[in-house]
């Protein structure tokens, strides 16, 4: 997951600073199928980061409802065993 936003990052930050020197002018703008291209690689990006954390979460909510399903097994023995 770190390595997602770390690669989002620097691609922003590339964005970014393509951005700040097309506006001072320091460079002639890039041919758009580059740029269309890193637009899509950040959609992809991204797309793996929100799909990485709704995976992570669902997980979550199995692990808590294992341990629910744990706890009601637990208290049913203990009520068979009186």
Do not use: C, H
Not at 25 to 46: H, R, V, W
Not at 57 to 78: D, F, N, P, S, V
Request: glycine share 4%; net charge positive; charged share 25%.
């Amino acid at each position: 997951m770190l390595l997602w936003v770390f690669i989002l990052f620097i691609l922003s930050l590339l964005n970014f600073f393509y951005d700040a020197f097309l506006w001072l002018g320091a460079i002639k703008p890039i041919d758009p199928l580059y740029i269309s291209f890193f637009n899509i690689l950040f959609l992809l990006i991204t797309l793996g980061i929100l799909y990485r954390m709704y995976y992570l979460q669902r997980k979550g909510e199995k692990e808590k409802l294992k341990q629910k399903i744990k706890e009601l097994e637990e208290e049913i023995k203990k009520l068979k065993g009186e």
